[in-house]
């Protein structure tokens, strides 16, 4: 499984955009990128998959370069409610999906 | 979007007791599921692999004979801990696999809060 590496946290104000990035240098070529979202005390709930480019949902948006060495998750005007810790993952998509999360991104809205 | 429930949300047992923790696809067939073990401020860990019908896979470093995993349909997998002691209190989490539109999605259930004392 390949290794994720995100910024441990960050800070952000209500209504703006904020982009959270992760780097996966060892992702092979039938890896796709997936993003959780979690709260505390629930279960990880699912945002965004990708395999190239730019995919784009009704919650959020995922760039991924063309080496997909790294990948972008946008979230538009976000609200306290986003306030989270954010998981990105690299698995293939097919088979039992071994999920292997790393420490996440513990995102914090100001008001 | 697909549910996965869990029971009980809440548990607190003795040591030395066992505890069993229900995982159930609520709107979907789930061939496998896995059990996650979450400590605070921690990320999720993978305990095992869960197929349907068939003996789990466990995470190297993960006992086996102490949680023991049984997934005897496509809408439920069950894990047992065994002789629970103080240092297994946890978040323990589950999941099921959907595949969606061409894409394979995992689907986590709301948690399950153990406390041994």
């Known amino acids: 499984l390949a290794k994720t590496t995100q910024p441990i946290s960050m800070d952000s104000y209500e209504g703006q955009e904020v982009n959270i990035t992760c780097s996966h240098n060892n992702i092979a070529t039938n890896d796709y990128i997936t993003w959780y979202q979690q709260f505390p005390s629930q279960g990880p709930r699912f945002i965004i998959q990708g395999y190239k480019t730019k995919v784009t949902n009704e919650v959020a948006s995922l760039f991924i370069p063309a080496d997909r060495k790294s990948s972008t998750l946008s979230l538009p005007r976000v609200s306290l409610s986003d306030t989270a810790v954010y998981y990105c993952?690299?698995?293939?998509?097919?088979?039992?999906?071994?999920?292997?999360f790393g420490k996440g991104n513990q995102v914090v809205v100001i008001p | 979007g697909a549910v996965v429930s869990q029971h009980p949300s809440r548990v607190i047992c003795k040591s030395g007791t066992s505890v069993k923790i229900e995982c159930r696809s609520l709107?979907?067939?789930?061939?496998?599921m896995f059990w996650y073990r979450q400590f605070p401020k921690q990320s999720l860990m993978l305990m095992a692999t869960?197929?349907?019908?068939?003996?789990?896979?466990?995470e190297q470093g993960v006992e086996k004979d102490k949680f023991l995993i049984n997934h005897a349909s496509l809408t439920l997998s069950t894990l047992t801990v065994t002789s629970a002691h103080p240092e297994d209190s946890s978040f323990y989490i589950c999941s099921g696999g959907k595949r969606q539109q061409g894409s394979y999605e995992q689907y986590f259930g709301p948690g399950t809060r153990l406390t041994v004392t």
């Open positions: 993952l690299v698995g293939p998509f097919r088979g039992n999906n071994r999920l292997a």
């Open positions: 869960s197929n349907e019908g068939s003996k789990a896979t466990y």
């Open positions: 709107d979907f067939q789930a061939t496998t």
